[in-house]
Structures are given as structure tokens and as C-alpha cells.
């Protein structure tokens, strides 16, 4: 994922910071009867100004369902890291070929069938605000402070959580 948010917005910044080894994120959607459904894609891009680009294919129903309802959810967890990010945010998806050109790489191939394939689009997400949360330490020490926290009767300070702002 490329960040390229302005070192004066420090909460964009840490967002960038916190999602940067995370590849994929679950975007969730509100479907027609009311449910939520969830589905991974890959991250592309955090623009400077609070944009999270994904491509997607104009033919998929998650496109039908923003139709409706442009209130998304995407979720990043990183396992070895212990990260865990939630944004929430307003999708709207346009073919900005410009951006297509920029973040178009070969792995795409897989998906579509060209920079010009008609059913390429562009999934922009603005950022409304994000909660994270982050383990304290390395894994040793979240394992030490896991079993102490078991044995005591004091809750244990195991990480430490945030609320950003897009």
C-alpha cells in the first residue's frame, strides 16, 4: 500500500502507519435485506487527503449494494503484530483512469483483463475515523503479561487502543 498522507495530519499519518503491512482488508457492506457482508480486497493507496483506494469490478455486487447504502466498514488485522484497525467511511466508486495507470500492477492480470478493461473501476473509501488497537511488547512479554493477568486479580495493560479522525 502506498501512503502518501501529509506529515501535518498526524492521525491520517498513524493510520497509514498502522495499515502499511497489512495488505488486504475486509470491506463490509450492508446487502438489500439489511444484512452485512464482508469480503476482502487489497488496499492500493491512503491519499493525502483521507482516500483508501481499492479496484474493483464494476459487474461485482458489492457495487450494487453501495448503490443503495454508501456507509462502508473496512477491517485490517495484522497476526504478527498484534494491529488491529477498524475505519469507518463513504465509498464511491468512478473510473479515475489516471489512477488506474498509477497503481495498475501485473498481479491485476488476475482480476481483469487489462488497464482498459471496461469492467475495472476505482472503490475510493474517504475516511470518517478509525479505532485501532495495539499490543504492548514483543510476544514474549504479551505471553508474560497474558499469565499474570490470568493469576491476578488486577486487569493486565495489554496494548493500548486509539480513536483517529479522517
Request: hydrophobic fraction near 40%.
Amino acid at each position: 500500500m502506498k501512503n502518501d498522507a501529509p506529515h501535518d495530519d498526524a492521525d491520517l499519518r498513524k493510520l497509514g502507519e498502522l495499515i502499511d503491512d497489512i495488505e488486504v482488508a475486509m470491506l463490509t457492506t450492508v446487502a438489500a435485506d439489511g444484512s452485512l457482508v464482508s469480503r476482502p480486497l487489497q488496499t492500493l493507496k491512503l491519499t493525502a487527503d483521507g482516500d483508501l483506494v481499492f479496484f474493483t469490478a464494476a459487474d461485482s455486487p458489492k457495487v450494487g449494494q453501495l448503490t443503495d447504502d454508501l456507509d462502508v466498514n473496512l477491517a485490517y488485522a495484522n497476526q504478527d503484530d498484534k494491529c488491529y484497525v477498524s475505519v469507518r467511511g463513504r465509498a464511491r466508486i468512478n473510473r479515475d483512469q489516471a489512477l488506474i495507470e498509477e497503481l495498475w500492477s501485473p498481479a491485476q492480470n488476475v482480476f481483469f483483463s487489462g488497464k482498459d478493461d471496461p469492467n475495472l473501476t476505482v472503490l475510493r473509501v474517504r475516511v470518517r475515523d478509525a479505532m485501532y488497537w495495539e499490543s504492548a511488547g514483543n510476544f514474549v512479554e504479551r505471553v508474560l503479561d497474558f499469565a499474570r493477568g490470568m493469576w491476578s486479580e488486577q486487569p493486565r495493560d495489554l496494548g493500548h487502543q486509539g480513536h483517529l479522525h479522517g
